[in-house]
């Protein structure tokens, strides 16, 4: 199920690396912060991910992926929440991070107590973002890239998505692979801060938080965000 790190992944990841070393501060630079929801983990965030994507993009003369890692999301913060707040729902099991981004929910099912953590995303740059904040935090997670939707969920006792219903079609196909994953058996848990492609039925609320808002174009300074299982 799960697909190897890729030659980009690598590269992203020397980006990554140089990136974190490099001296001076200013927008367009990574910061090892703490999560504002979420103050046990520490993530390597940019000042203004925009700018930090223009000049990335500039340095690389190509286009990049927007890097949504490099932001922190309502919905993932909710997950991380919700798992330190039970550790028992991690503790002792293999757990996959989906659409993982910074590795934040990764990193708090591992600070929790899980056997394994998978990490998956399909941009490279969080692929690495991952390596390097799972680092900063001294847990182990493996890092794996490629597109897992059209695969059975095999092999995990918890799955683990945050924010991912952000567009109807990708909504349709992140859920019909949530449920097939729920019907091996498994544990299923999402994060929404109402993006508004929740189905009408079929999911069953376990807990909701105000969460601090940090990504980009926000206007309200806390959201709502559901933590949500399929019945």
Known sequence: MLAP?????????????????????????LRLVRTPFVPEVRL??????IVWWARMEAHAGRHLPPPYWASVWAGGQALARYLLDHPELASG?????????????AIAA????????VANDIDPYAVAAVTVNARA??????????????????????????DVLYDGPL??????????VAATGADVLVGDPGRGHLPADGLTVVADY?????????????RRVQVLRPR
Not at 110 to 117: D, F, H, K, T
Not at 137 to 162: E, H, Y
């Open 210 to 222: 105000p969460v601090p808002t940090t990504e980009p174009s926000v206007d309200s300074p806390v």
């Open 110 to 117: 591992a600070l929790a107590g899980a056997r394994r953590v």
């Open 93 to 105: 099991r293999r757990v996959l991070d989906l659409a993982a981004g910074s590795g934040l929910v």
């Open 137 to 162: 935090n001294r847990v182990a997670v493996a890092a794996t890239g490629g597109d897992l939707l059209d695969t059975d969920g095999a092999g995990v006792d918890l799955l683990v998505a945050g």
């Open 171 to 180: 909504a349709a196909r992140m859920l019909a692979f949530l449920r097939r």
């Open 5 to 29: 790190v890729t030659d980009a992944a690598h590269a992203a990841l020397t980006d990554l690396e140089r990136e974190i070393l490099a001296p001076g501060g200013g927008l367009d630079r």
């Open 44 to 49: 390597h965030l940019a000042e203004d991910a």
